[in-house]
């Protein structure tokens, strides 16, 4: 600004400036005018300042000072973010920015297309948003009346946890989307992807700590799991806090141990697996650190103190639920619950233990898991990175005697502990990915200071590798986004249970456009479908969910407007069933493919329905008959009709063989033996329905038969169920049914053998 003369614009705050002075001397009586013409720069419109000075009675001399506006060329702001870039550097160590970029890195391919891969939201997803919602509608009160109840019931057992609670915070903010509720589970991840970058800096290199993130990220189990809200991955990334603070523990941080402690629970809470992976984890480090423990005994009692703090809600949980565990082993058809000596029982544990450890199942393709956990060809470690994984483990053996290096090593034997429970899967599993990624990173590290002494450079290579890293990791999201779709051809039940969101989608479109339109939506395409109906379509659900078996198989009158929503195996059953006049299709979703894979459209029973269906009810009544032998004896049967087996597998004490009725439930036997039996007890194989079975047992100087019942739960496995008979007379006569508890009629009633004792 001009110290005397007229007032100008203030420069805009962005701009720099340009300052010049000025002398006037000016004569008794005299009047100076100065204008000052200029341009900020050669793109800008020309301005101008004026300054108007009158002199005194004496000469005068003034001086004048201008600040004309600048604005900053491209090269000013090159200079000052050079500048910027060279201060930081100065305050950060570069190996720290590297960090953070592989962390957003990591992050950006959790969050890009969240929601549209994997393909499929499945229900174990969406049941924790639904518990969530239920937990905050009751009060955060449990099933038991519990406050903040320790496990949640999901399906028939409580093998849902603290994922739950994670995703409280949408439910009461009111959000609800697949984004959301994976948004909640790929951040908790960010937990595992930090924890191994310092992991591998306060062990292996502390320069490094991105190497070990960028490999973590484009692990393929992983990178799939991670973009899921499946629990596995949440108690993981829990898992390897713990791993983090016990090391920083055993290396002088006691504070660590707090932290170590706290996220240990959090991974029990989280995963059923998780509980035997952390109990012999924990095993295995106070066996080989009980040195360490005993010397600092005097500090640890605040730890074991809050150890057993975090142990209560697990003991509230077995107070209140008695038998839980064993019922949880039971759904998984353990075979730590059959009736088999516990030395088989130990070997089973070791071959699934093994299964666990083979590194083929790690890093080549199989198919041992289902299309739905794997990522086609790769193997779910990655093949690729197998010799780094080879090299980073014989280095770390190296030195077993280095306590965070046996760790690391334990962490790899008590990965398969959880699943070998039951049997190996990429879920129970999935506790391998974190060492794995340890000792694939110091494999990969080994080669780039190889390198480094081949061509003598330091900070340059590790930014080369770096970038060549991060793009591969964009290459792998763009692989898996643009191929991942069709990489299987099976979307239905037995595959990819893709449609969810597209389905319920179309649904609510219709409904939208009037609110009155009945649909019936077949379940028979997915796992959990009622979850997923209440996930999309809120409480209560506005439509039905049942099987078109259920319009075939018996007569069920509908509004001629109803809308029928069904997968490609249910349409074919409507064309084929013959009880439909031909239908009116009026949208069809799609699978990736093209296929089609979601059909809606309008049905209509052919006008001879009614005579159709009592016919059928008729023929169900009816039993077919043969004569074959039994233990030997000669007996004439009678049995409902069967679409599956022979009458004979029913008595060839063979667990491979069964009959399945057409659509009779109960599936009824009638038995008429040559001979008087003598017979103490009835054995059946059956599947893991619940199911109902009734015994009429008539002896030969009897008219009425003894009538024996008994019920079962359902149980997802081929189990056998003895019924004993009290009298324990001589039969001629007997009549079996057997009914599953939950299926109306008609049905399919599957038995495998029937024996007598």
Not at 84 to 95: E, P
Not at 257 to 277: D, E, G, H, I, Q
Not at 279 to 296: G, K, P, Q, T, Y
Request: hydrophobic share 45%; charged share 20%.
């Amino acid at each position: 600004m001009p110290i005397e003369g007229e007032d100008r614009t203030e420069p805009e705050k962005d701009a720099r400036q340009i300052r010049i002075d000025a002398s006037v001397d000016l004569p008794p009586g005299s009047e100076f005018h100065l204008t000052l013409r200029y341009r900020p720069d050669q793109k800008s419109a020309y301005r101008t300042t004026e300054v108007n000075i009158a002199g005194a009675d004496v000469p005068v001399k003034k001086h004048l000072a201008f600040n004309l506006d600048r604005l900053p060329s491209a090269a000013h702001w090159y200079d000052q973010i050079l500048r910027l870039i060279k201060t930081l550097s100065l305050r950060f160590d570069s190996s720290l920015w590297l960090f953070v970029g592989a962390l957003l890195v990591y992050y950006l391919l959790r969050l890009i297309h969240l929601a549209d891969f994997p393909i499929f939201f499945f229900t174990d997803e969406a049941v924790h948003t639904m518990l969530a919602y239920d937990l905050v509608k009751s009060g955060f009160v449990g099933l038991s009346g519990e406050f903040l109840p320790t496990f949640f019931k999901s399906g028939s057992t409580f093998n849902a946890g603290f994922p739950v609670y994670l995703q409280v915070l949408p439910v009461v903010l009111g959000i609800r989307s697949v984004f959301t509720t994976r948004f909640i589970s790929a951040s908790v991840t960010l937990l595992a992807a930090a924890g191994i970058g310092l992991i591998y800096e306060k062990i292996y290199n502390n320069r490094r700590g991105w190497l070990a993130v960028l490999v973590l990220s484009i692990i393929p189990a992983w990178f799939y799991h991670s973009r899921t809200a499946f629990e596995t991955v949440e108690a993981v990334s829990f898992y390897t806090i713990f791993l983090l603070g016990y090391i920083r523990y055993r290396n002088g941080e006691f504070r660590w141990l707090y932290v170590s402690l706290v996220s240990a629970a959090m991974a029990f809470y989280s995963y059923s697996p998780a509980r035997v992976v952390m109990a012999v984890m924990a095993v295995l480090l106070l066996i080989s650190d009980a040195r360490f423990h005993w010397e600092n005994r005097k500090q640890l009692w605040k730890p074991f103190l809050l150890g057993l703090l975090l142990a209560l809600p697990y003991f509230r949980f077995l107070y209140l639920h008695p038998g839980e565990n064993q019922h949880h082993l039971e759904m998984l058809d353990s075979y730590w619950i059959s009736p088999n000596p516990l030395i088989w029982k130990l070997g089973e544990f070791g071959k699934a233990y093994l299964a666990g450890l083979n590194p083929f199942y790690w890093f080549l393709p199989n198919e041992i898991d289902l299309s739905r956990h794997i990522m086609k060809n790769m193997g779910h470690l990655g093949w690729y990175f197998l010799p780094f994984f080879i090299g980073g483990l014989l280095i770390s053996i190296k030195k077993l005697k280095n306590t965070n290096y046996r760790v690391m090593l334990f962490a790899l034997l008590a990965a398969p502990t959880g699943a070998a429970v039951a049997a190996i899967g990429i879920t129970r599993g999935m506790f391998m990915v974190i060492p794995a990624a340890f000792f694939i990173t110091i494999g990969i590290d080994y080669c780039i200071d190889w390198l480094n002494r081949k061509i003598k450079i330091k900070w340059s290579l590790d930014l080369i590798v770096f970038t060549v890293l991060v793009l591969i990791n964009f290459i792998f999201l763009d692989n898996v986004l643009t191929n991942g779709p069709v990489w299987f051809p099976s979307y239905g039940m037995e595959g990819m249970q893709y449609g969810g969101v597209q389905a319920f989608s179309r649904i609510k479109e219709i409904l939208k456009e009037d609110p009155s339109t009945p649909i019936v939506f077949s379940p028979d395409w997915a796992n959990g479908t009622d979850v997923l109906a209440r996930f999309h379509m809120g409480d209560p659900v506005p439509i039905e969910l049942a099987s078109l078996n259920a319009y075939i198989e018996q007569y069920r009158p509908f509004k001629e407007n109803t809308i029928f929503v069904m997968p490609p195996d249910d349409f074919n059953k409507v064309i084929n069933s013959g009880k439909f006049e031909p239908m009116n299709v009026i949208d069809v979703i799609n699978y990736p493919d093209g296929s089609p894979g979601f059909i809606f459209a309008h049905l209509k029973y052919i006008p001879s329905i009614k005579e159709v269906f009592e016919k059928e009810k008729s023929n169900r009544a009816m039993l077919s008959a043969a004569q074959i032998k039994i233990n030997g004896w000669d007996a004439k049967v009678a049995y409902s009709r069967l679409d599956m087996g022979n009458i004979e597998n029913l008595f060839d004490n063979n667990p491979a063989t069964l009959i399945r009725s057409e659509t009779a439930n109960p599936l009824v036997l009638e038995v008429n033996f040559s001979h008087p039996q003598s017979i103490q007890s009835v054995i059946f194989r059956i599947g893991g329905s619940a199911t109902q079975f009734s015994v009429y047992a008539q002896s030969e100087n009897s008219d009425t038969p003894d009538v024996y019942r008994l019920s079962v739960r359902d149980i997802p496995k081929i189990r056998q169920v003895e019924l004993p008979l009290k009298s324990k007379g001589m039969y001629t006569r007997m009549r079996f049914e057997v009914r599953t508890i939950f299926d109306g009629e008609p049905a399919h009633v599957h038995l495998w053998d029937l024996g007598f004792k």
